[in-house]
């Protein structure tokens, strides 16, 4: 059993640097892209600004403009990220 352990122990750090990276990259692209949705989900429907239910409209259309606004740099920054892939 100890063989095994350490067999794996040795086999992660073997990995390339490069491959290494890529899973850095995939990691990173998932986590800030589900950030991105629990804070526009939070914002939305925690805070109730997806809809506007007796306030001033105004506030419901800075929402979206905010979440697509974001939503550009997101994907900006996922196809910078990618592109050197």
């Known amino acids: 059993m100890h063989y095994l352990t350490h067999s794996i122990f040795f086999m992660e750090q073997g990995w390339d640097p ?33 809809y506007s239910n007796g306030k001033p409209v105004i506030y419901t259309i800075i929402f979206y403009f905010l ?7 997101l994907i900006r920054y996922l196809y910078r990220t990618w592109k050197n892939a």
């Open 18 to 50: 490069e491959i290494k990276r890529f899973f850095v990259k995939i990691m990173n692209s998932i986590a800030i892209t589900l950030l991105w949705m629990m804070a526009c989900a939070t914002a939305g429907l925690y805070f109730q600004l997806a």
């Open 67 to 73: 979440m697509l606004a974001t939503l550009f740099l």
